[in-house]
């Protein structure tokens, strides 16, 4: 449907005569280009393949090039044609028979029907060269390929120039050049522009390190150009957008510490959106000074009427404090970047983008704050028909001398389309820096993308782990990601994620488990709730001076409304263990099961 065709093979080489009295073999004639679909550009064809050698009585012809490809049915330039090979010589002073003559150019291939060029001719092969002493002519250059004709919109192809004829004796005569093809009916000129936005071609990228945005494709066919790269402290330029047809181009990465760019729409008809730029890493603190937080991802481009959405840029990740080692005293690293969110889908059909991972915290030395993690970018939702983008996970928290950071929350997944298409999984949250006195907290899970006509809520994601540490000041596990909702009339509610294990510790207490998610809502007219989410485990810890850490509540399960069960509630975390003989922590509680639909359906079951 949409794309350039491929381009046609050289023909091949004729075969020398290996004796007197045997004439050389003709070359091959090129292979045609291929043609474009609904839109696109017809291939360039290959050229004609070299006439064979002879010593006495006559050598080959070149082969005839190819024809160009038709461009697309609809919008398109047609293809070059391909040139024709150059004629076989005669190699010896006592031959007696012409050299070869060149090739016949290709004809260049026809324009789309709405808007396009002909393609080119090919121009003619060289005669071949003599070298008789009997003053005997060499051979006569080919003529060149007729240029494609246009249709309703656009110029002709220019004909294809004339072969040269070949050297030797009096020299053979030059090939008549190829006739330019007929111009459009409707308007037989030079490309018609409208503004400096051409109709037909892609938008120019931007330079790297300028952090300008990329140029806009044609109105009617064209992809966006790539933004340009950021300098240190400046974001990447957006990617440009598509017109009518055409992908938006890719947002440029940020620089050290700054947001990318946002990746540019895809075409109003068919088109995907464009992937947003990365977010530049943070730049390191000098000593005594805090580590500088990483830029954000941009976010991806929505697909057009037809597309696909694109996928948030990565964030960058936190510088470490206080210089190259992490180590000067009472400094704070840098924080992670968020992840860019993901692009919408078409509004009639295509798939939504993923959102952007979030950046890592920054290390930081004894004493010193570990960065915290950026959150992850939320998928993107689907239009009519496609499926929503997943969430993606937050960044982990950095390690500190004395406070882990805490680890990002995961994004939400997106939802599915309003008539057909699945809801995503939210993003895991990240893990918790480690440390010497407080260890980070886990970052909560994405919430599961909500179902929307007909279909059921996606899960919810997992909660992060709870950082390590070494004395005291235990850390919690990240809470689960709630289901997503069942669909408005059917479906069943996605399950509750599970809560993260609790900060493991090495001299006095341990963490708590995080809690479980709660379960996502069933559809109005039918659908069940979805259960809750398990709490997490307790930390472990290897002293008789505290306990193991307690486990995490279940979460509870979702309600039905009109006919469906009630989710089944999760249940607690179990208790952290007591490595070195004291005690253990407690089992969190378990989750409430969900409400039975109002005319028909149990309530859930407690965890």
């Not at 479906?491 to 493991?504: I, R």
């Amino acid at each position: 449907m949409y794309g350039s065709a491929g381009t046609g093979g050289h023909g091949g080489v004729g075969g020398n005569a290996i004796a007197a009295g045997l004439f050389g073999g003709d070359g091959g004639a090129g292979g045609a280009g291929g043609a474009a679909g609904l839109f696109g550009d017809g291939g360039a064809a290959g050229a004609g393949g070299a006439g064979g050698e002879s010593t006495t009585t006559g050598a080959g012809s070149g082969g005839t090039g190819g024809t160009g490809g038709g461009g697309g049915r609809l919008i398109g330039n047609g293809g070059a044609g391909g040139q024709g090979g150059v004629g076989g010589a005669q190699t010896s002073s006592a031959a007696t028979g012409t050299a070869g003559t060149g090739g016949t150019g290709g004809t260049g291939g026809v324009a789309g029907w709405l808007y396009g060029n002909g393609g080119a001719g090919g121009a003619g092969g060289a005669g071949g060269a003599n070298a008789s002493s009997a003053n005997i002519a060499g051979g006569n250059g080919g003529n060149g390929g007729n240029g494609g004709a246009a249709q309703l919109i656009g110029a002709g192809g220019i004909g294809g120039m004339a072969g040269a004829g070949g050297t030797g004796g009096n020299g053979g005569a030059d090939g008549l050049g190829g006739v330019s093809g007929t111009g459009g009916r409707l308007y037989g000129g030079a490309p018609l522009e409208f503004s400096a936005r051409p109709l037909i071609g892609d938008g120019a990228d931007a330079a790297p390190g300028t952090g300008q945005a990329g140029g806009t494709g044609g109105w009617l066919y064209g992809n966006g150009g790539a933004g340009g790269s950021g300098a240190p402290g400046q974001a990447g330029g957006a990617g440009g957008a598509a017109g009518l047809i055409g992908n938006g181009g890719p947002g440029g990465a940020g620089g050290a510490g700054a947001s990318g760019g946002a990746g540019g729409t895809g075409g109003w008809l068919y088109g995907n959106g464009g992937a947003g730029g990365s977010g530049g890493s943070g730049i390191a603190g000098l000593p005594g000074f805090n580590g500088g937080n990483g830029g954000n991802g941009g976010p991806g481009g929505a697909g057009g009427w037809w597309g696909s959405g694109g996928v948030g840029g990565n964030a960058g990740t936190g510088a470490i404090a206080g210089g190259s080692d992490g180590t000067s005293t009472g400094r704070v690293a840098g924080s992670g970047g968020n992840g860019g969110d993901g692009g919408g889908g078409g509004w009639l059909f295509g798939d939504a983008g993923a959102g952007g991972q979030g950046g890592s915290g920054g290390d930081a030395g004894t004493p010193g704050a570990g960065g915290s993690g950026g959150s992850g970018g939320s998928g993107g939702a689907a239009g009519l028909i496609g499926a929503g983008g997943a969430g993606a996970s937050g960044g982990a928290g950095g390690s500190g001398g004395t406070v882990g950071g805490n680890g990002g929350q995961g994004g939400h997944g997106g939802d599915g389309g309003w008539l057909s298409g699945d809801a995503a999984t939210g993003g895991q949250g990240g893990v918790g820096g480690d440390a010497n006195l407080h260890g980070g907290s886990g970052g909560a899970g994405g919430a599961g993308g909500a179902a929307s006509l007909f279909g059921d809520g996606a899960p919810g994601a997992a909660g992060g782990d709870g950082g390590h540490t070494t004395r005291s000041g235990p850390s919690t596990g990240g809470t689960g990601g709630a289901g997503g909702s069942g669909g408005w009339l059917v479906g069943n509610g996605g399950t509750g994620g599970q809560g993260g294990v609790g900060g493991a510790s090495t001299l006095f207490g341990a963490g708590t488990g995080g809690a479980g998610g709660s379960g996502g809502i069933g559809g109005w007219l039918s659908g069940a709730g979805g259960a809750g989410g398990v709490g997490g485990t307790g930390g472990a810890t290897a002293s008789a001076n505290g306990n193991g850490g307690n486990g995490g509540n279940g979460g509870n399960g979702g309600a039905a409304q009109v006919v469906g069960d009630g989710g089944d509630g999760g249940a607690g975390g179990s208790a952290g263990n007591n490595t070195a003989g004291g005690d253990s922590g407690v089992d969190g509680v378990s989750g409430a099961g969900g409400a039975g639909g109002l005319l028909n359906g149990a309530p859930g079951t407690g965890g």
